[in-house]
């Protein structure tokens, strides 16, 4: 089975029928996205009244609570309420991601801030995290993005690594053609992806928890981000058995005016 969405397919430059057919594929690929976006706001819209009372009321009945079981219950139905607005969130941004608005931005700073917030997460899992930022040139991105894409590849990282995991971020200043690139990593040392796993990688909702390896959305939202920036995300193994997330940043050196 062909994922449902995969890298865009990208024009060669041929004519005729093969042109045809890439071009085919383009706006079939195209009206997905607008299909998925259509229903995300449809779904918003109709879903997110009910959880907004569901959420509200179990926020109610918590304050009342002095019930020790209750009141786990009653946290856990308002945490999955969260959950189901989340999921719909990010079907919208993965169908139709808001416009970037980029500015020079420090990569180690956001990094270090990202880490930062999502201490918890690892302390969860004694998991460690280690930064070899060196020194680059600024990222030509949209701050807020920037920190989505960053969140979204080290929670990812920690969830695979189980417990007493290993997590790297490494980024270098790279020159492809003219064009200056940061390639940020985030490296771990759990389980790896199966071809399945890497055909589907980044489709919405799917899944490698059965492997050990939670995709879901996290990825999905990566690509959609990074791509809209004009880089591009990969991931990979090493040979010494640990996964990478290798994502390519453009910076501003490339000419981009951020004023």
Not at 170 to 194: K, M, Y
Not at 204 to 212: D, E, K, L, M, V
Request: proline share 6%; with cysteine; charged share 25%.
């Amino acid at each position: 089975m062909r994922p449902l969405f995969n890298d865009p397919p990208t024009h060669s430059g041929n004519t005729g029928p093969t042109m045809d057919s890439e071009l085919a594929q383009q706006q079939l690929w195209q009206a997905k996205l607008e299909a998925l976006a259509e229903f995300a706001a449809g779904a918003g819209h109709e879903i997110n009244n009910p959880l907004a009372v569901i959420i509200n009321r179990a926020q109610r009945l918590l304050e009342e609570e002095s019930d020790p079981r209750r009141r786990r219950e009653l946290a856990a139905i308002g945490a999955q309420a969260y959950r189901i607005r989340d999921m719909i969130g990010d079907t919208m941004l993965f169908g139709r991601p808001p416009e970037p608005v980029p500015e020079a931005c420090d990569l180690a700073a956001t990094v270090s801030e990202v880490a930062e917030k999502l201490a918890e997460v690892f302390a969860a899992t004694e998991t460690t995290l280690e930064q070899q930022i060196e020194d680059c040139p600024a990222l030509h991105a949209d701050p807020l993005q920037l920190k989505i894409v960053i969140s979204s590849l080290l929670q990812n990282a920690a969830e695979a690594t189980g417990e007493q995991g290993r997590v790297r971020v490494t980024a270098t200043s790279v020159l492809e053609g003219t064009a200056r690139f940061v390639r940020l990593c985030v490296i771990d040392n759990g389980p790896g992806l199966s071809d399945i796993d890497r055909e589907h990688l980044f489709d919405p909702f799917y899944s490698g928890r059965q492997a050990g390896r939670g995709l879901g959305f996290g990825l999905s939202k990566c690509w959609r981000i990074v791509d809209g920036h004009g880089g591009r995300i990969d991931v990979s193994r090493t040979p010494s058995d640990e996964t990478v997330c290798t994502v390519f940043w453009p910076t501003v050196d490339n000419g981009n005016d951020d004023k």
